[in-house]
């Protein structure tokens, strides 16, 4: 009997070892208790694989345009070189005091500079260089935003990208953010300065690494 998606991704977690188990759980619960879109929520088995590639980078600084309530930000802590700091951007002011009241209990609020505003705007406050991007706010922009950072990203760095399959509208799109979304992944596909590869994890994740 072939197992169904849902069973697969049940066998895949049970096989990921996690860190902060409990303090993730209960930032998910949490999210899905109160706030709007949880969604949004970065999964357990791709908050591992943040991890994973920042710590494979172990990058002095990161950048996260678009914090939400933690998760992927405590996720892409983890791999932190010793003194390295990350920079994560929030427009929804709510969200931004979820994301705090985990941080500290992380004890990551010493390593998290924490930035409430437009992302656009606030990009151009901000100096690099960034050894790993990570790029989760919203999709009509993310061209933009990969061009506001890519200078600021060294040789060898990365650039992460959520949701770019966009529960698989971006084969026909149609609605704004799918086109905004597609046009996004062919300007990647067609940079001769990345490599890249679009993995079909939750709603696709784009790991782009600079040549």
């Given at each position: 009997m072939k197992a169904s998606d849902s069973e697969?991704?049940?066998?895949?977690?049970?096989?990921?070892?996690?860190?902060?188990?409990?303090?993730?759980?209960?930032?998910?619960?949490?999210?899905?208790?109160?706030?709007?879109?949880?969604?949004?929520?970065?999964?357990?088995?791709?908050?591992?694989?943040?991890?994973?590639?920042?710590?494979?980078?172990?990058?002095?600084?990161?950048?996260?345009?678009?914090?939400?309530?933690?998760?992927?930000?405590?996720?892409?802590?983890?791999?932190?070189?010793?003194?390295?700091?990350?920079?994560?951007?929030?427009?929804?002011?709510?969200?931004?005091?979820?994301?705090?009241?985990?941080?500290?209990?992380?004890?990551l609020d010493q390593i998290i500079t924490q930035h409430h505003g437009q992302a656009y705007e606030l990009l151009d406050q901000l100096e690099?260089?960034?050894?790993?991007?990570?790029?989760?706010a919203d999709k009509v922009n993310y061209a933009a935003y990969y061009d506001k950072v890519f200078d600021l990203v060294p040789s060898g760095g990365l650039i992460l990208a959520d949701n770019v399959l966009w529960k698989g509208m971006v084969l026909h799109p149609k609605e704004k953010r799918a086109k905004a979304l597609a046009d996004f992944n062919s300007k990647i596909q067609q940079d001769k300065r990345v490599k890249n590869i679009l993995l079909p994890l939750r709603d696709g994740l784009m790991i782009i690494e600079k040549r």
């Amino acid at each position: 009997m072939k197992a169904s998606d849902s069973e697969i991704e049940q066998y895949a977690s049970a096989h990921c070892n996690y860190y902060l188990t409990a303090l993730l759980e209960e930032l998910e619960r949490k999210t899905h208790l109160e706030v709007m879109y949880p969604q949004m929520l970065s999964g357990k088995i791709q908050g591992q694989l943040l991890s994973f590639l920042s710590s494979m980078k172990a990058p002095k600084r990161i950048l996260e345009i678009g914090t939400y309530t933690g998760y992927s930000a405590i996720c892409l802590a983890q791999g932190l070189a010793k003194g390295g700091q990350l920079h994560t951007i929030e427009v929804n002011a709510e969200t931004l005091e979820v994301a705090q009241y985990f941080f500290r209990k992380a004890g990551l609020d010493q390593i998290i500079t924490q930035h409430h505003g437009q992302a656009y705007e606030l990009l151009d406050q901000l100096e690099g260089p960034w050894d790993l991007v990570f790029l989760d706010a919203d999709k009509v922009n993310y061209a933009a935003y990969y061009d506001k950072v890519f200078d600021l990203v060294p040789s060898g760095g990365l650039i992460l990208a959520d949701n770019v399959l966009w529960k698989g509208m971006v084969l026909h799109p149609k609605e704004k953010r799918a086109k905004a979304l597609a046009d996004f992944n062919s300007k990647i596909q067609q940079d001769k300065r990345v490599k890249n590869i679009l993995l079909p994890l939750r709603d696709g994740l784009m790991i782009i690494e600079k040549r």
